[in-house]
């Protein structure tokens, strides 16, 4: 197979998933052992494990001001809503976008911009269909704020979905990362919300597909209104 074509379908694996790999295919040998039917399907759950937790490289925009996507998936809802209050940043609603992920997605979460972690606080909570607008504020979830260059916050949050039931969180309060860093994964399908700052608009549109690094949300140095889009 051309080398190209193997870049295409084997990708780099996040060190999170090796044991998960590891155990997926302990079973698989014990199932072919059992039954080989069994064992082929056991197979193919590990080659999903693997799949799930890879951890593609990615272009990540140069441009200073940007906001791009914290997670690979596709806009669920664009709203106001006031931002968790676990990070003490007022009780004004501001513009939230949120990603939902899916179990094929790449689970792997980035900076959605260059900033310092003013605070990160995780709640525990309920694991409805993150795709639900009420699980932004009932199911298990870890919020970050990121205190941008010019003062302004930036909120991101990692909510836990029907299917998920860990959040990992790799940042620390006080670092400074670029966008596009790598800070988290979430284990298995679930969703990220962005809460930008006041006066900034979305460039984005509901069921648009996002790829985590890569696509911009929002552009912090110019008025830009909120991009429309028609589904086709």
């Given at each position: 197979?051309?080398?190209n074509?193997?870049d295409?379908?084997?990708?780099?694996?996040?060190?999170?998933?090796?044991?998960?790999?590891?155990?997926?295919?302990?079973?698989?040998?014990?199932?072919?052992?059992l039954?080989?039917?069994l064992?082929?399907?056991?197979l193919?759950?590990?080659v999903?494990?693997y799949y799930f937790f890879?951890?593609?490289?990615?272009?990540?925009?140069?441009?200073?001001?940007l906001?791009v996507?914290p997670?690979?998936g596709?806009?669920s809802?664009?709203?106001?809503a006031?931002?968790?209050?676990e990070?003490?940043?007022?009780?004004?609603?501001?513009?939230?976008v949120?990603?939902?992920?899916?179990?094929?997605?790449c689970h792997?979460?980035?900076?959605p911009v260059?900033?310092?972690?003013?605070?990160?606080?995780?709640?525990?909570?309920?694991?409805?269909?993150?795709s639900?607008?009420k699980?932004?504020?009932d199911?298990?979830r870890?919020s970050?704020?990121i205190?941008?260059?010019?003062?302004?916050?930036?909120a991101?949050?990692?909510?836990?979905?029907?299917?998920?039931?860990?959040i990992?969180?790799?940042?620390?309060?006080?670092?400074s990362?670029?966008?596009?860093?790598?800070?988290?994964?979430?284990?298995?399908g679930s969703r990220?919300?962005?809460?930008?700052?006041?006066?900034?608009e979305?460039?984005?549109?509901?069921?648009?597909?996002?790829?985590?690094?890569e696509t911009?949300?929002?552009?912090?140095?110019r008025d830009l209104?909120?991009r429309?889009?028609?589904?086709?």
């Open positions: 197979m051309p080398m074509m193997l295409t379908f084997i990708k780099p694996m996040h060190p999170e998933g090796w044991r998960f790999v590891a155990i997926f295919g302990a079973v698989t040998l014990v199932l072919f052992w039954w080989e039917p064992g082929w399907l056991g193919g759950l590990t999903w494990c890879r951890d593609p490289v990615r272009s990540v925009p140069l441009d200073e001001g906001i996507s997670a690979d596709v806009i809802l664009i709203e106001r006031v931002p968790p209050e990070l003490g940043m007022g009780p004004e609603a501001l513009l939230r949120s990603v939902f992920m899916n179990v094929f997605n792997v979460n980035r900076m260059a900033g310092q972690i003013d605070a990160i606080a995780y709640r525990p909570g309920k694991f409805l269909n993150a639900l607008d699980a932004s504020s199911n298990e870890n970050l704020a205190r941008l260059a010019d003062g302004r916050k930036v991101v949050v990692q909510i836990a979905g029907l299917v998920a039931r860990r990992v969180c790799f940042a620390r309060v006080g670092q990362l670029r966008m596009g860093d790598r800070f988290g994964l979430i284990r298995f990220l919300d962005v809460y930008l700052p006041e006066g900034v979305p460039q984005v549109a509901l069921g648009q597909t996002m790829v985590a690094g911009v949300i929002a552009d912090l140095t209104a909120p429309l889009a028609r589904s086709e």
